[in-house]
């Protein structure tokens, strides 16, 4: 196995491009049709990594869903991508579903059940990282997912004791707050969050500053998401400033699952001739990585749906055009 994601899997409703979002008892029409898309991080970042070029059998999906229609729905689209499935079917608990309402020049909003994704197993997932062995172990969507994100710190430790690259992404924490990750650091070989959750994490209102406490709690690299100023990326030894590709935006919805999974593609091209730790790569390996990882994102941002537009071509496109001209407006800096 090459990656093996495990995390959060939920429905996603998406009425996309609407002009407002409606006053209590008023009637909008939505310019666009409401669409129903698989979401959440693990189902987002193994569809994504399948349409970059991985080949089927390389690729897996970890996740807990209900016994009920759109559970259905969740394993029939991860089967038709050729994602290898290992779904913990939670009895008497409905699937995860997500209500986002995308107003046309905003940022989504979110309205989400979470679900059976709270009830996924320690267990399981340990059994089936111990079974895979895969080259990268990404846990997406941590803080919605219960006892996982309690055991979060001795789960990384198992699975970096397999061999496995660790890659961690959270979202806002349900029911409790951040400070389940800052033991987990120790065993975080890449990190990933935006700078609002960046904030929430390290109480830093500067994203380089929440990226170096990242760094100094144990993680090898983080990556910072600024929406359409780029990213930012720390490791122990550079700091990165990379500026965003200019796309036109119709939903952003899965845009971090698709940077995140555009960082792995990148990255597994670099396993074959390097050790297969972050230490080893040179700061052109990581910009590369870093610019695969952000023309994912922005390939994902122009269409409807969490991995409609996330295609080996798109991204590829996006780079040839664009690539050059962001690559000479990196900043790199040493630490």
Known sequence: ?????????????????????SDPGELIFTPRSVEVHLGGHSGNVSIDLR????????????????????????????????IITHLQRVLNVATSKDLILVVKGEDRRYHVDVGANWFLSPDHVLSVVSDEKPKIFYAG???LTGKLDEQLPEILLKIKDLGSLTFIDPVTPY???????????????????????????TGRDNPHEAARALVEKGASLVVISLGD??????????????PAFRVPV??????????????????????????????SLSVEDLVDILLEGEA???????MVGTTTAVTRK??????????????????????
């Open 175 to 201: 029911g409790r707050g951040w400070g389940f990750l800052i033991p987990a650091m120790k065993w975080t070989d890449i990190f990933h969050c935006n700078i609002y959750e960046a904030k929430q994490i």
């Open 1 to 21: 196995m090459l990656v093996t994601c495990a995390g959060i899997l939920v429905v996603d409703i998406i009425a996309a491009d609407l002009p407002k979002v």
């Open 51 to 82: 349409k970059l070029g991985l080949e089927r059998g390389y690729v897996s999906s970890v996740g807990a869903i209900g016994e009920d229609l759109f559970g259905d729905f969740l394993e029939t689209q991860l089967k038709a991508h050729g």
């Open 229 to 242: 100023k780029g990213l930012i990326a720390e490791t122990r030894e550079y700091s990165v400033v990379m």
């Open 250 to 279: 119709v939903d952003p919805t899965g845009a971090g699952d698709a940077l995140c999974a555009g960082i792995m593609s990148g990255f597994l091209k670099k396993l074959d001739r390097k050790r297969g730790d972050i230490a």
């Open 296 to 302: 994912a994102g922005a390939a994902c941002v122009t």
């Open 141 to 143: 969507g941590v803080g």
């Open 314 to 335: 798109n991204v590829d496109k996006i780079l040839k055009e664009q690539g050059e001209i962001l690559r000479r407006n990196v900043k790199v800096s040493p630490v």
